[in-house]
């Protein structure tokens, strides 16, 4: 906050005591500007969120001789401008330098990849280049917000790939949510890209987009709301077992949620390994012949729920060993945990609120993980697509396949040592360096 305030210095104090009375954090106070008539003070303090903000802001606004004169959100300010940039790895400096990076050197470049084509990711940023691309119909906890809502996000997700990887990927917010145009677009830009990322793209459409894409494109296309949060979440799935002392095959597995991320949950389970898995939903507990279900559910039910088990959540959930959520804030009552089988596994993963309060479920719970950062066990899809895309471009791979997304779910999880599991520390940091190397290494097959 810029505060224009009397000339007297004991309002320094007045507006660090109102602060804190109203539950902010101060972290630096300034006065920058003084004379015989008006300081002027930038306070900058920590709220715990936008609604709080706006307390913090009235408790000092209110304050004699103090007028807020402005107000700034550090989170605003630091995507001013965008997060991301194109430098150059080359010198242009003299001449020269510009003879080769351009005309007429370049065009000798260009000539001999039109004769030898296959030397353009050896050449060219291809090599090293990921599209990120959405239509912005299903961005964050946010919904349908349109392509340009989503920018910042995609534009987050290469600041990601550059930092985790060293991958150079672009931000590809495309103004459509139609899936022949969606297809058609990816595959005109295609060219110039390593892989192609997709992000963001509700269900079902993301579904056959990605399954086109695939079929048409001599690239690998990955949908990380899908194959990377699969990654993750078997990971910490492998691990979270191991510390209850159970198999993947004989436990029973709870999904709640059958959107993009939860069909791709389920699909890589069972891959794994996975026997009995029910997918909960709007309509219920899946299963083949219930009303109302669209073709990809349809699909999900017919290869889950062995034992046909039907009705609500809490139906699903009685003798589970394992809950899943991918859906909807508070829609699992914290005390039905103990319903489950002993040591139930709980992961609770709607962002930004999810199923159950994570501390509540602990009570129950032998196991929780969740998506917040705010508590252990944090699954986050950052741990699995920077080394995917690195393994997939070092590689010169063409498509991504199953056995590709479990070695990299085997080899996150085997990040953590036996000599670190515990409930609390079963999924790396995001920030452990040994992550992205593993998993790229996993995807290349080494």
Same mark, same amino acid.
């Given at each position: ?9 004991? !309002? ?8 804190? @009375?109203? #539950? ?9 500007? +003084? ?35 402005? !107000? ?9 401008? #965008?997060?991301?940039?194109?430098? +150059? ?20 470049? +260009? ?22 691309? =959405? ?34 990927? $672009? ?52 949908? @990380?709301?899908?194959? /990377? ?46 026997? @009995? ?33 039907? #009705? ?6 009685? /003798? ?15 005390? $039905? ?47 699995? *697509? ?8 070092? +590689? ?32 790396? =940091?995001? *920030? ?15």
């Amino acid at each position: 906050m810029r505060l224009h305030t009397s000339p007297d210095h004991g !309002v320094v104090g007045a507006v660090a005591t109102a602060i804190s @009375d109203a #539950g902010g954090i101060v972290t630096a106070l300034d006065v920058v500007e +003084s004379s015989h008539t008006r300081l002027r003070i930038d306070v900058t303090c920590s709220a715990v969120d936008a609604d709080h903000a706006a307390v913090l802001e009235s408790a000092v606004g209110v304050l004699d001789g103090v007028d807020v004169h402005k !107000v700034s959100d550090r989170t605003f300010l630091l995507h001013i401008g #965008g997060k991301i940039e194109v430098s +150059s790895k080359v010198p242009l400096k003299t001449r020269d330098d510009l003879s080769m990076a351009y005309t007429p050197g370049v065009g000798r470049v +260009s000539q001999a990849l039109a004769d030898n084509p296959e030397d353009v990711p050896k050449l060219t940023i291809k090599g090293n280049s990921v599209a990120v691309v =959405t239509d912005g119909s299903a961005v964050l906890g946010l919904g349908n917000i349109g392509p340009e809502a989503a920018l910042p996000v995609m534009e987050g997700k290469a600041a990601l790939f550059k930092r985790f990887a060293d991958i150079d990927a $672009w931000p590809i917010c495309l103004a459509s949510q139609d899936v022949d145009e969606i297809v058609r677009a990816v595959e005109m830009i295609a060219p110039g890209f390593g892989g192609i990322n997709l992000e963001d793209i509700a269900a079902p459409r993301c579904f056959e987009i990605e399954q086109r894409l695939r079929a048409s494109l001599d690239i690998p296309v990955f949908h @990380d709301d899908q194959h /990377g949060t699969a990654i993750v979440v078997l990971a910490a799935l492998t691990n979270a077992l191991r510390v209850v002392e159970k198999s993947l095959p004989d436990v029973r597995i709870v999904v709640s949620g059958a959107g993009a991320a939860g069909t791709a949950i389920v699909t890589l389970m069972l891959a794994a390994g996975a026997r @009995d898995v029910v997918v909960y939903d709007r309509e219920g507990c899946l299963v083949p012949d219930l009303p109302g279900l669209g073709e990809a559910k349809r699909q999900l039910a017919q290869a889950t729920n062995p034992r046909r088990v039907t #009705g609500d959540l809490r139906d699903a959930l009685q /003798g589970a060993d394992v809950f899943v959520g991918v859906s909807a804030p508070g829609i699992l009552t914290a005390s $039905w945990i103990g319903e489950m089988a002993e040591s139930p596994v709980v992961f609770a993963l709607a962002n930004p609120d999810p199923e159950v309060d994570p501390a509540e479920a602990g009570r129950y719970a032998a196991v929780v993980a969740s998506g917040r950062s705010d508590y252990p066990n944090q699954i986050n899809n950052v741990l699995a *697509f920077p080394g995917v895309f690195r393994g997939l471009l070092d +590689s010169g791979a063409h498509e991504v396949s199953v056995d590709m997304l479990l070695r990299a779910a085997d080899a996150v999880a085997r990040v953590v040592g036996d000599e670190e599991l515990n409930p609390s520390y079963i999924i790396p =940091t995001v *920030f452990h360096p040994d992550v992205p190397k593993a998993v790229a290494a996993a995807i290349a097959g080494h």
